[in-house]
Nanobody, 124 residues
Protein backbone atom coordinates (compact mmCIF):
# COMPACT_ATOMS: atom_id res chain seq x y z
CA UNK A 1 0.00 0.00 0.00
CA UNK A 2 1.35 3.40 -0.96
CA UNK A 3 2.01 5.76 1.91
CA UNK A 4 3.04 9.38 1.61
CA UNK A 5 4.10 11.28 4.69
CA UNK A 6 4.81 15.01 4.51
CA UNK A 7 6.90 16.99 6.93
CA UNK A 8 8.68 20.31 7.17
CA UNK A 9 5.84 22.80 7.35
CA UNK A 10 5.78 25.65 9.82
CA UNK A 11 5.35 29.34 10.49
CA UNK A 12 7.81 31.63 8.72
CA UNK A 13 8.10 35.24 7.69
CA UNK A 14 7.92 36.80 4.25
CA UNK A 15 11.14 36.11 2.36
CA UNK A 16 12.08 33.07 4.41
CA UNK A 17 12.66 29.55 3.11
CA UNK A 18 11.28 26.14 3.98
CA UNK A 19 11.90 22.67 2.67
CA UNK A 20 9.04 20.19 2.65
CA UNK A 21 9.69 16.48 2.53
CA UNK A 22 7.48 13.63 1.34
CA UNK A 23 8.58 10.17 2.39
CA UNK A 24 7.11 7.58 0.04
CA UNK A 25 6.76 3.89 0.84
CA UNK A 26 4.87 0.79 -0.18
CA UNK A 27 6.28 0.13 -3.63
CA UNK A 28 8.86 1.16 -6.15
CA UNK A 29 8.24 4.65 -7.45
CA UNK A 30 10.46 4.37 -10.49
CA UNK A 31 7.49 4.83 -12.81
CA UNK A 32 5.55 7.33 -10.79
CA UNK A 33 4.86 11.03 -10.95
CA UNK A 34 5.18 12.78 -7.61
CA UNK A 35 3.41 16.07 -7.11
CA UNK A 36 2.96 18.84 -4.61
CA UNK A 37 -0.38 20.59 -4.29
CA UNK A 38 -1.63 23.19 -1.86
CA UNK A 39 -4.96 24.34 -0.55
CA UNK A 40 -5.61 27.63 1.18
CA UNK A 41 -8.74 28.23 3.29
CA UNK A 42 -11.78 28.74 1.08
CA UNK A 43 -9.89 27.92 -2.09
CA UNK A 44 -9.58 24.89 -4.31
CA UNK A 45 -6.58 22.64 -4.20
CA UNK A 46 -4.00 23.85 -6.70
CA UNK A 47 -0.99 22.37 -8.40
CA UNK A 48 2.41 23.52 -7.23
CA UNK A 49 5.01 21.26 -8.84
CA UNK A 50 5.62 17.70 -9.97
CA UNK A 51 8.52 15.45 -10.86
CA UNK A 52 8.85 12.33 -12.96
CA UNK A 53 10.71 9.94 -10.73
CA UNK A 54 12.41 8.04 -13.55
CA UNK A 55 14.31 10.93 -15.12
CA UNK A 56 13.82 13.87 -12.75
CA UNK A 57 11.86 15.99 -15.22
CA UNK A 58 9.90 18.70 -13.45
CA UNK A 59 6.98 21.03 -13.98
CA UNK A 60 6.07 23.97 -11.76
CA UNK A 61 3.14 26.34 -11.54
CA UNK A 62 3.78 29.83 -12.85
CA UNK A 63 3.08 31.26 -9.41
CA UNK A 64 6.09 29.47 -7.91
CA UNK A 65 8.55 29.31 -10.79
CA UNK A 66 11.91 30.70 -9.78
CA UNK A 67 11.07 30.35 -6.09
CA UNK A 68 10.14 26.69 -5.52
CA UNK A 69 12.11 23.64 -6.61
CA UNK A 70 10.97 20.03 -6.55
CA UNK A 71 13.53 17.24 -6.34
CA UNK A 72 13.81 13.61 -5.31
CA UNK A 73 16.28 11.41 -3.50
CA UNK A 74 16.19 7.90 -4.89
CA UNK A 75 18.07 6.36 -1.98
CA UNK A 76 15.67 7.81 0.57
CA UNK A 77 12.50 7.44 -1.51
CA UNK A 78 11.77 11.05 -0.66
CA UNK A 79 10.54 14.01 -2.65
CA UNK A 80 11.36 17.54 -1.59
CA UNK A 81 9.88 20.95 -2.21
CA UNK A 82 12.38 23.71 -1.57
CA UNK A 83 10.48 26.95 -1.10
CA UNK A 84 12.38 30.22 -1.19
CA UNK A 85 11.26 33.84 -1.05
CA UNK A 86 8.02 32.83 0.60
CA UNK A 87 5.05 35.18 0.42
CA UNK A 88 1.88 35.39 2.52
CA UNK A 89 -0.08 34.07 -0.47
CA UNK A 90 1.90 30.83 -0.21
CA UNK A 91 0.09 30.11 3.05
CA UNK A 92 -1.76 26.80 2.66
CA UNK A 93 -1.80 23.15 3.55
CA UNK A 94 0.69 21.45 1.26
CA UNK A 95 -0.03 17.92 0.07
CA UNK A 96 2.20 15.33 -1.53
CA UNK A 97 0.56 13.19 -4.21
CA UNK A 98 1.50 10.30 -6.46
CA UNK A 99 0.27 8.68 -9.64
CA UNK A 100 1.65 5.88 -11.74
CA UNK A 101 2.74 6.59 -15.28
CA UNK A 102 5.00 8.99 -17.14
CA UNK A 103 2.80 11.96 -17.91
CA UNK A 104 2.90 14.91 -15.55
CA UNK A 105 -0.62 16.20 -14.89
CA UNK A 106 -1.55 19.35 -13.06
CA UNK A 107 -5.06 18.30 -12.09
CA UNK A 108 -5.42 16.78 -8.65
CA UNK A 109 -8.00 14.30 -9.95
CA UNK A 110 -5.24 12.53 -11.84
CA UNK A 111 -3.40 11.58 -8.65
CA UNK A 112 -4.33 8.42 -6.79
CA UNK A 113 -2.38 8.71 -3.56
CA UNK A 114 -2.21 11.55 -1.10
CA UNK A 115 -0.46 12.42 2.09
CA UNK A 116 -2.11 13.99 5.10
CA UNK A 117 -0.75 17.46 4.39
CA UNK A 118 1.52 19.87 6.21
CA UNK A 119 0.66 23.46 7.12
CA UNK A 120 2.77 26.31 5.80
CA UNK A 121 2.02 29.76 7.16
CA UNK A 122 3.84 32.85 5.93
CA UNK A 123 3.42 35.99 7.98
CA UNK A 124 3.80 39.46 6.50
Amino acid sequence: QVQLVESGGGLVRTGDSLRLSCAASGRSFSFYIMGWFRQAPGKEREFVAAIRWSDGSTVAADSVKGRFTISRDNAKNTVYLQMNSLKPEDTAVYYCAARSGSVIYKLSDNYNYWGQGTQVTVSS
